[in-house]
Structures are given as structure tokens and as C-alpha cells.
């Protein structure tokens, strides 16, 4: 996850490039990109915050899944006019965007450190604005203008914890496009996969991170950091300039045999000509170094499932490679057994015996509960599905509490509970489906967003926790937001957010049941029941269907979305629930009364003179 102070010593070493749009493409493996997903969805996020000057209030600046998964694609599309191409075949080894789908437990923790950092974000934001979160109170910061100018409060959107299903997002954008043939999940991390590729066959490595200088990439293999990138903003067919690091090439001139010595005894405080007579002199023969270096042999972990895919199975490959990270990460971890050691012999894979989900940071209310009890029955389903063999085997979630990151024990159930339970929701799911196929007004994705709010008010009624009025209910099935909004609005909208995720968990998780476990050896009513489940979850929306930022809904809209609440709360004999609010009335008074002020500036003619545009970031554009 990056060798600190390593990327710029070398700096000086890294190739310039000035690359302008080729009138023809002499594909090779010099300009044959392999992009480490991870980093480029990361980097896309950032780019967006960067590149977007203007808004209409800042819920619309906080990006929504949908313009995150359009940046991602343009930003493709636009290096690849400058011969820079992810892949020119469909060959079955042509998956050239790699994402992470397993990773060691050597990395648990970094990976805590980052969950830790996350959750540390939101309850500072929750700390600093008591009455409700800055990011959708846009009125104090719109000062009477149309626009809000962001380069005034960028520095606070990057204060918030990036989106939660930011890597899912992107390749599921990635998927509908012809980059979709070359984007795989690897059972392993994608820096790793990345570098073995670029070893046999040469190109460059899109990344972020320093890791990527230190394997082996072979003599045709180099490094582009995405940061380090610059296509020009004025012009769409102006040069594209970059460093470029060839390190078999830089460790050469510099007398190391490979730059694993020099990462291993770099420090910052240190002269880099006192850092490289240390490498020069490295003991490559000691265990320190040897642990040290193994990290960097592109070993490629291996499960029951990866041995099924190369044996060829392309069904399970094809659910594999388009599985949510955290999905396979937890489907590898239930069948792990083999890690490659350097030698070439077997190794016990550094997994553990628990099986743990680590469940990302939601933007949510730190003095509650985690949003995320909301879904943990239909996750609990999914976790009990993959262990119905081995239902002693403990499962674990790694998840927010109070300010904190802790783990939390998940109940799997045994075969005949876990039957009895999906059977129960396969007749709901049945219900639900004949209640709104061929609905007028509700569509698919709003008659699974409408499924989701049930799922969470379940979740609420089994914890004791009164559910909210059908009032808040269905302004969330209408995703409208207003001055008033709350950090309660905005912990409900992460209920539904976990609701609506733990659903897609479980969809996956019977993908991944039905393709890589023999029915023969199985249950014949669980896998009757299973099959059902999987026909029902053929249509579940993508994530930037179920996560919307912004609908302005029509009148029918509202009597639609206020008739499904309040059918839904019947259904679950839940009285009316009096308005509440964490906000005084006083303070929706003032708030209330400010609103109309900037509605009546909003009107005012010459203030609309003054609005400027916003189609800055080209490939951003709604």
C-alpha cells in the first residue's frame, strides 16, 4: 500500500512523456495500459472534486455513483486517443483493470488504519456541526448567489470519507462499456495481478501507488502514477504529459540489482546517497529481507474457487470477476487453501481462521448506532449461504461503533433455519413483485428502493427502535432534500443505503452459491428455494440506480411514493409516527424563513443574469 519516500527519490530518474493524439495507433506493449482499479477509481473521485467549480448547492456537489461511473469512462476514452489502450484483443487473458477481490491477512492492519481514519471523519464532521451537516445546509455558504463556487469548501468535501461503494461503482460503469472486457475481480490484490501481467507481456501500469516500483515488471514494464498525469484542461486534443518509471531500468543505473534493496532501507529522514549505499550493501541472505521481499514476487493467491476457473469453468469465472470486492474477498476466504510460494511449492494461504466482512464507512450520525445493523439479516443469509457446509466456522464484520472500529460476531444459521428464513423471503419478494410489475408509476429500481425501506424499517421494529414518520419515508423513496434536512435525515438516507447494499450482498452471494457449489451434493428444497431467490434478483438496479443524489419528483411521484409508505407500514402494523427532528423549532423557523429569502433571490431576474455555467469537466457534464 505505498513504500513511503520512495517515489520521490526516484523522481529524477523517471522518463518525461509528451504524448499527443495519434492520427494512427501502432499498438505494442509500450502502449498497452494495465490500470490498477483500485487507485484509478480513487484518483477519478478526486479528479471530480478537483475539476467541479460549480453547483447548485452542495448535495449536488457531493458526487453521486452515476457521475463518478461517467468520469471514469470519459477519462478512458480520452487517453485512449493518445495511443494509450487497455487492451486490443478478446483473448481470455485480456482483463487489463484489475480490483482487488482478496486480500492477506498481513494487510488487516492498514486496512483497520483506514476504516479507523474514515469513521475519525465523520464523527468530526458530526462534532463540528450540531444542528445538521454543513454539506447539505447549502444556504450558508450561497450568500444570495445561484451558484455555489466549491473551490471555497473543497477542502471540507475532502474531509469527508470518500463514497462508500466507490470501487463497486466503477466497475459496475465499467461493465457496460467495451472496457468491461478487459476488467476482472482477482482472488488477490490488484497491485500484484498487475505486476505478474505486465512481467510476460509488457505495457505501463496506471497507479497511485509505490508498491508498483518495487516488483518485477520485467524489461518492456514501466510506471505511470495517475497523479503525476496532466491532460490538458483547454484543450481536449492537447498533449498528455507524464513522469514515467522504468525501474528494471533505474535500478540498473543506480547499481542496485532491483529496487527491492532500496525500498528496504529508505527512510526519510535519510540522504537518498546514504539510503543507496545502504541498499548497495543490503544483506539480501537475511530473514529480515527475505520476509521483506517476498511481498514483491507477484505471487498470485489461489482458492478452491480460482482452481474450478482454471480447470475451466467459465461460468463461475464470469461470476467471479464481476463480484462486489467484498463479496469475493468473503467467497475466497470460504474456500481458501493455497497461497504459491517463491520456491513454486504450496503454502498455507494467510487468511485465518474467521471469516470476516469489512464493511466500508457510511456518512452517517456517529452518536447512533452503525447504519449498517439495517441489512444484517439479509447479510447474515448470504454469509450462512457459502458456510452451509461448514456452519461452525465463525463469521465476523468489521464495522463502525461509536467513534471506533471494531468486529462484531454475525450468527450463521444452520441448513434447516437458514431454509425456513429465505423461504419467508422469497414470499415476500414474491408479494412485492406482484404488487408492482406492471406499475404505472413505479418502476423497477423504485420498486427495489421501495423494498429496501421495508428491509429497514424490519430492521428498526426487530431492535426496538421506533421507525420514522411516513412523511421522512417518503421523501427518501423520492430522494428530495431541503433546508430542514437533519443529521437524522442524513443517517436515515445511510439505513436505506445499507438496506439497499445488503440486498445486492446477497444477490451475489447466491451467484456465487449456485455456480461454484454442486447442486447434487446440496439440499434439493435449498437449492429449489435458492434458484427462486436468484430468478427474483435478475432485475436488482445497478448502484447508481439504487443511490440517486437528487430527484426533483413530480406530484404523481408524491402520491405514488406516500401510497407505497403507507401500504408498507400497514403491512407491517406500524402506527403513524409524530414528526420529529433534531432540530429545534425555533431553528426550522430561522432555517424556513431563510429558504424563502434565497428562493425569492432565485427568482429575481437580474440575479439569474448572473449565473454562470457549469460544464466545466467535459466528461462530467450531466
Known amino acids: 500500500m505505498g513504500i513511503p519516500h520512495l517515489t520521490a527519490n526516484l523522481k529524477p530518474y523517471a522518463s518525461i512523456i509528451n504524448l499527443t493524439p495519434p492520427t494512427s495507433h501502432d499498438h505494442d506493449e509500450h502502449s498497452r495500459l494495465v490500470i490498477d482499479g483500485p487507485a484509478f477509481a480513487y484518483y477519478i473521485y478526486e479528479e471530480y472534486l478537483r475539476e467541479r467549480t460549480k453547483a447548485s448547492d452542495l448535495t449536488e456537489a457531493l458526487p453521486s455513483y452515476e457521475r463518478i461511473g461517467d468520469a471514469a469512462i470519459g477519462w478512458l476514452h480520452r487517453v485512449r486517443a493518445y495511443g494509450l ?67 471555497k469548501i473543497r477542502n471540507k468535501l475532502r474531509d469527508l470519507p470518500p463514497p462508500a461503494f466507490l470501487a463497486p461503482a466503477i466497475l459496475e460503469a465499467l461493465r457496460s462499456t467495451d472496457f468491461g472486457s478487459y476488467t476482472s475481480v482477482v482472488p488477490g490484490e490488484a497491485d500484484i495481478y498487475c505486476a505478474d501481467y505486465v512481467r510476460n507481456h509488457g505495457g505501463i501500469i496506471l497507479t497511485n501507488d509505490s508498491d508498483l516500483l518495487v516488483h518485477d515488471l520485467g524489461a518492456n514494464g514501466s ?34 540489482k532491483n529496487i527491492i534493496q532500496l525500498a528496504y532501507v529508505i527512510e526519510n529522514k535519510q540522504s537518498f546517497s546514504k539510503s543507496l549505499q545502504l541498499a548497495k550493501s543490503v544483506s539480501t541472505d537475511s530473514p529480515e529481507y527475505i520476509h521483506f521481499s517476498t511481498q514483491f514476487n507477484s505471487l498470485l493467491s489461489h482458492s478452491k474457487l480460482l482452481d474450478d476457473v482454471l480447470s475451466g469453468d467459465p461460468h463461475l469465472m464470469n461470476v467471479l470477476q464481476w463480484l462486489d470486492v467484498r463479496v469475493s474477498e468473503f467467497a475466497h476466504q470460504c474456500t481458501g487453501e493455497l497461497l504459491m510460494s517463491p520456491s513454486g511449492e504450496l503454502a498455507p494461504v494467510e487468511l485465518g481462521n474467521t471469516r470476516q466482512m469489512y464493511l466500508p464507512v457510511l456518512l452517517e450520525d456517529s452518536g447512533k448506532a452503525t447504519a449498517w445493523v439495517s441489512g444484517t439479516e439479509m447479510r447474515s443469509f448470504g454469509y450462512s449461504l457459502l458456510s452451509v457446509n461448514t456452519p461452525g466456522q465463525p463469521v465476523e464484520e ?50 427495489w428502493q421501495i423494498f429496501g425501506v421495508k428491509t429497514l424499517c424490519k430492521a428498526l421494529l426487530e431492535t426496538g427502535k421506533p421507525v420514522p414518520p411516513k412523511s421522512e419515508m417518503s421523501r427518501l423513496l423520492r430522494f428530495q432534500h431541503s433546508l430542514l434536512d437533519s443529521w437524522a435525515w442524513v443517517h436515515l438516507q445511510a439505513q436505506l443505503q445499507a438496506a439497499l447494499y445488503s440486498l445486492r450482498t446477497l444477490k451475489e452471494f447466491i451467484d456465487v452459491f449456485l455456480a461454484a457449489v454442486p447442486a447434487a451434493s446440496q439440499d434439493q428444497d435449498l437449492m429449489q428455494i435458492v434458484r427462486r431467490l436468484k430468478e427474483r434478483f435478475v432485475t436488482y438496479p445497478l448502484l447508481q440506480h439504487l443511490f440517486k443524489s437528487h430527484v426533483d419528483g413530480s406530484e404523481e411521484q408524491r402520491k405514488e411514493s406516500e401510497a407505497a409508505v403507507e401500504d408498507l407500514y400497514k403491512s407491517l402494523g406500524v402506527e403513524e409516527v409524530a414528526e420529529t427532528s433534531d432540530i429545534s423549532k425555533k431553528e426550522r423557523k430561522r432555517m424556513k424563513k431563510m429558504a424563502e429569502e434565497q428562493s425569492t433571490a432565485k427568482e429575481d431576474p437580474a440575479h439569474k443574469r448572473r449565473a454562470q455555467p457549469t460544464n466545466i469537466f467535459s466528461i462530467l457534464a450531466e
Open 85 to 151: 489502450t487497455v487492451s486490443q484483443t478478446h483473448t481470455a487473458d485480456s482483463e487489463r483493470i484489475f480490483f482487488d477481490g482478496l486480500l492477506p491477512k498481513s494487510k488487516e492492519p492498514e486496512r483497520l488504519r483506514r476504516l479507523q481514519s474514515a469513521t475519525k471523519k465523520v464523527a468530526i464532521a458530526r462534532m463540528s456541526e450540531e444542528m445538521g451537516p454543513w454539506f447539505i445546509r447549502g444556504f450558508r455558504f450561497t450568500e444570495g448567489e445561484e451558484k455555489v463556487n466549491l473551490s
Open 398 to 447: 468489521v464495522r463502525r461503533r461509536g467513534n471506533g472500529v471494531v468486529t462484531v460476531s454475525v450468527t450463521v444459521l444452520g441448513l434447516q433455519d437458514l431454509k425456513q428464513s429465505l423461504a419467508i423471503l422469497l414470499r415476500d419478494l414474491d408479494e412485492h413483485v406482484q404488487k408492482y410489475t406492471g406499475h404505472e408509476s413505479v418502476d423497477v429500481h423504485q420498486a
Open 223 to 256: 510506471v505511470i502514477f495517475l497523479n503525476d498525469v496532466r491532460l490538458s484542461a483547454e484543450n481536449e486534443y492537447g498533449p498528455l504529459k507524464s513522469l514515467q518509471f522504468h525501474p528494471r531500468k533505474i535500478a540498473k543505473g543506480l547499481g542496485l
